[in-house]
């Protein structure tokens, strides 16, 4: 079974810095996907990004952009430049290969201040 | 194209009731996934199912719960007897295809409250 973990219940930072979110998994298996989840208090699960575990480099979008290290199973978020609208929950989550239902951590609630 | 659409957003029951969750795929989608998400907690993967199949109920309650996905029409996620722990926000999500080279797009949800 696949396991994803969260060890950061909670986190802030403020308007304009960086800050990284942290995420490992437990897998068996060789292929897999990684993704990133934001969930405002809207609660709309909305995908920030993705990553496949067969690709050496580090996905990026715009101010978002992981560090995977596959042999560690550590796939961490990093936000630059945060915005007041980051403020949210992330969730760090792990599909298998041709199978689509995708396991989740914990949470980590994230306080953009101003 | 609209996207992954469930109803209804905030459903109220009373212990013992029948709730019924919809969830209509995004057009073209055939596989759907329900999960549930307990307040302050991650989403729980409950069933994958694709039309008029059940293809993982791993993380299906034994009892009291039911899903299925018909040829025509939405995927019904139905909850029998309702108990308060069953309060939650039930979420929804469908691919095309089952995992492969894509991921799954998720609706808004739904609150049910038991009451």
């Known amino acids: 079974a696949q396991t994803v973990t969260q060890s950061q219940p909670e986190m802030s930072v403020q308007e304009a810095e960086t800050v990284t979110l942290s995420c490992t998994y437990d897998?068996?298996?060789?292929?897999?996907?990684l993704f990133w989840y934001k969930q405002p208090p809207s609660r709309q699960m909305i995908l920030v990004i993705r990553?496949?575990?067969?690709?050496?480099q580090n996905a990026t979008e715009n101010r978002f952009s992981v560090n995977f290290q596959k042999a560690a199973k550590s796939f961490s978020l990093k936000i630059s430049d945060s915005q007041l609208g980051d403020t949210a929950m992330y969730f760090c989550?792990?599909?298998?290969?041709?199978?689509?239902?995708?396991?989740f951590g914990a949470g980590t609630r994230l306080t953009v201040k101003p | 194209n609209a996207g992954v659409m469930q109803n209804p957003r905030h459903l109220v029951r009373r212990r013992g009731q029948e709730a019924r969750l919809r969830c209509s795929p995004m057009?073209?989608?055939?596989?759907v996934y329900w999960y549930r998400q307990l307040p302050e907690e991650g989403l729980k993967f409950m069933v994958y199912?694709?039309?008029?199949?059940?293809?993982?109920e791993s993380g299906m309650p034994k009892e009291r719960f039911s899903a299925e996905f018909p040829k025509e029409g939405p995927s019904i996620l139905r909850i029998q007897q309702v108990v308060r722990g069953d309060s939650a926000a039930y979420f929804c999500?469908?691919?095309?295809?089952?995992?492969?080279?894509?991921?799954?797009?998720f609706g808004q949800g739904t609150r049910l409250t038991v009451v």
């Open positions: 199912l694709q039309k008029e199949n059940i293809i993982d």
């Open positions: 057009k073209g989608h055939s596989h």
């Open positions: 990553q496949e575990a067969y690709k050496q």
């Open positions: 989550a792990f599909m298998k290969q041709l199978k689509g239902d995708m396991r």
């Open positions: 999500a469908s691919s095309p295809m089952g995992g492969l080279y894509t991921e799954a797009f």
């Open positions: 897998t068996s298996e060789n292929n897999y996907y």
